[in-house]
């Protein structure tokens, strides 16, 4: 085990400049390490270091002056090292710090003794035994301090953290509803149980469960175990998270991260094995996890299928695909089918439509082992996606799944779309059954009604809810609380504002799409929701697009819209094409008053409030990275 080490530090100018004799600095040392022993007197680790005086661990440091000094114990106090700093009298002067007798310390405050103290190669090698990092790169990322050898290709994309510091914000929302959930069952069998002896044994587990760390973690795609370490380091009553990588040099980078940030691995578990048979060696054991993490470099489809039976009853399945080119449809579709098994559409809406193809093959999957999702928050982020969606088993849901899946229209000139259900549930009054028959349709016309185009197919794709309104709320709230526990907590709170806001309409139109259809001046976002809001519809931007204009009007009121503002903002027809669709959309008059009147409503919230709610370009050749080292497998090989 590692030894506990207490770490003395004192001023070198107390020496040099201030001219002190050697006694008195030392006594500076002494003052400080009594007094921190004797302030800590109760502690656990106090109490073992003195019970073997012959084996007491010091390390002796040096700093500059009294500013470094000041600094290292601001790192301290930031987090939570016991630690006395000693003031010498009269002369009313700091001189030394003192720590407790340490044996799990953070690497941010090792790397604070490096820059705030005179900590040569020599010293760190007996503060950090076997790890040498003077040959390793180091990346601090939340409460995580990653190493990374430097003669090897780093792959570390500091873009991701986004997606680390919204993961473990929705899986802390996560566990607390699902902590809850579980104690409440227990209560309402307690109150149920008739005699003294069942009363007790309920009791002691409901008692255990409230008082113990409860809930197990699969990061099925580990590579250096940063985002494990710091599920470990940041999620509260995290039982144990298994770090998994198929690769061998994986498996030494996760030991030794999770070594040096202090974990044991009863902890952070390093388990080396493919990601599929890790999750299918759970099936139909008391052993699945409660938190299933799949975070590929491309496509997460070939691991979806064991993924969805190793979450635990009411889990947590997060999932990434980097495969964005793929799923919005900008090439190769027949590839998208065949990963995902729907058809994208590049046209209007198509990170959204990315989104639900997604979730339409997690319940396409899950479906066949009688379990059905619910999605609680599902993000278009940069150059990837990633939904958070909790699984059930329910035979019941799954027979409902039909109805939440859709084919989609979009027309080729105008962009018009239109969503057809492939399941129909109809509710007898009698007796309240379920009746299941197909969906009617189509829901277009062969060509569209507004300018006479052909239509593209996309799907089948998720035509359901992709958010949990209560569950958004929650992790804002979260975050607002959290704001110093987040690198990118403006972000987080703005991309959650946004999907707060949003409605729940499948897809969305863009300014530039309707405004461009039409060839007329760009239509302000609050004259565009002020008319949508007064002819009496639902509106709301999307946070997958900037100017998006998610709304439940159909598609000839947006045009009759687009007609008033041209007729207030006349366009010059002549240099328009005689086949074009604005041709055919201007000759028609509109059918409704339309009203550009400023609507209370018609401003968001989130942008009220100027939050960052869509991303810039972070870097300069900004994007997902390649893929890390040449041994790495691609999913095909995996699979």
């Known amino acids: 085990m590692e030894p506990l080490t207490m770490f003395i530090v004192v001023r070198k100018d107390l020496a040099k400049k201030l001219q002190w004799p050697t006694g008195s600095v030392m006594t500076q040392a002494c003052h400080a390490a009594t007094a921190i022993l004797h302030m800590t007197r109760e502690e656990e680790n106090t109490k073992e270091y003195l019970a073997d005086l012959d084996n007491m661990h010091k390390v002796v440091l040096e700093t500059k002056n009294e500013g470094s000094l000041e600094k290292l114990e601001l790192v301290l106090q930031t987090h939570n090292v016991p630690f006395k700093k000693w003031i010498e009298q009269p002369e009313n002067i700091p001189t030394s710090i003192a720590t407790a007798p340490l044996r799990s310390r953070s690497p941010e405050v090792l790397e604070a003794f490096k820059k705030c103290c005179s900590l040569n190669k020599r010293t760190m090698s007996s503060v950090t035994p076997d790890i040498d990092i003077t040959q390793y790169n180091t990346v601090t990322e939340g ?12 792959f570390y994309n500091p873009v991701q953290q986004f997606n680390r510091d919204m993961s473990i914000a929705a899986i802390r929302t996560w566990s607390e509803i699902f ?11 307690l109150a149920r149980a008739k005699d003294e002896e069942s009363k007790n044994a309920i009791q002691n587990a409901l008692d255990k469960h409230n008082n113990s760390n409860n809930f197990t973690v699969l ?36 030991r030794r991260n999770v070594k040096y940030n202090g974990l044991s691995e009863d902890l952070v578990k390093p388990n080396h094995g493919d990601a599929m048979r890790v999750m299918y060696d759970t099936v139909g054991t008391d052993n699945r996890f409660d938190v299933v993490d799949l975070d590929p470099y491309g496509s997460a489809a070939p691991f979806v299928d064991g993924a969805v039976q190793a979450v635990s009853e009411g889990g947590l399945l997060c999932v990434t695909c980097t495969d964005l080119a793929i799923l919005a449809g900008s090439m190769h579709p027949e590839t998208c089918f065949g990963k995902y098994g729907g058809m994208p559409l590049k046209g209007m809406f198509p990170h959204e439509m990315a989104l639900r193809l997604v979730l339409q093959m997690l319940q396409t999957s899950a479906g066949r082992y009688k379990r059905h999702i619910v999605p609680l928050v599902s993000c278009s982020i940069d150059f990837y996606l990633r939904v958070f969606v909790r699984v059930y088993t329910s035979p019941q849901q799954v027979k409902k799944s039909a109805s939440k899946m859709g084919v989609v229209y979009e027309c080729s000139g105008c962009h018009a779309y239109s969503v ?3 399941g129909k549930i109809t509710i007898k009054e009698s007796n309240g059954a379920e009746r299941h028959t197909p969906g009617t349709g189509p829901t277009v016309n062969r060509l569209c009604d507004n300018c006479n185009n ?8 998720w035509a359901d809810k992709i958010h949990d309104d209560d569950f958004v709320a929650k992790m804002l709230q979260h975050v607002k609380d959290n704001e110093s526990s987040y690198g990118t907590a403006q972000r987080m709170k703005g991309m959650l504002s946004v999907i707060k806001e949003e409605i729940h309409t499948p897809f969305y139109w863009t300014l530039a799409r309707l405004c461009g259809t039409v060839h007329c001046n760009s239509i302000p976002v609050v004259d565009l929701f002020s008319a949508i809001l007064n002819a009496g519809y639902k509106v709301s931007s999307s946070h997958c697009g900037k100017q998006s204009v998610k709304t439940d009007a159909p598609s000839h009121v947006m045009w009759d819209i687009m007609r008033a503002w041209v007729k207030k903002n006349p366009v010059v027809m002549n240099n328009i094409a005689e086949n074009s669709p604005a041709r055919a959309i201007l000759a028609k008059e509109p059918t409704i008053e339309v009203d550009f009147t400023r609507h209370p409503n018609a401003t968001a919230e989130s942008k009220s409030e ?25 999913d095909e090989q995996v699979f």
């Not at 995580?144 to 003669?151: D, N, Q, R, S, V």
Request: glycine share 6%.
């Open 420 to 422: 057809q259900h492939l």
């Open 143 to 154: 409460k995580a301090t990653i190493l990374f050898p430097k003669h090897n290709e780093v």
């Open 610 to 634: 100027h939050l960052v709610r869509y991303q810039v370009n972070p870097t300069a050749n900004w994007g997902p990275k390649a893929r890390a080292g040449q041994k790495r497998k691609t």
């Open 219 to 254: 990061e099925a795609l580990a590579a250096s175990g940063l985002r494990s370490v710091r599920y470990a380091k940041e999620i509260p009553k995290l039982k144990q998270v298994t770090c998994n990588d198929i690769e061998l040099d994986a498996l030494e980078s996760i």
């Open 179 to 189: 902590n809850q959930e579980k104690a409440e069952r227990m209560e309402k069998k």
């Open 454 to 461: 052909i239509h593209h197919i996309g799907g089948p794709a």
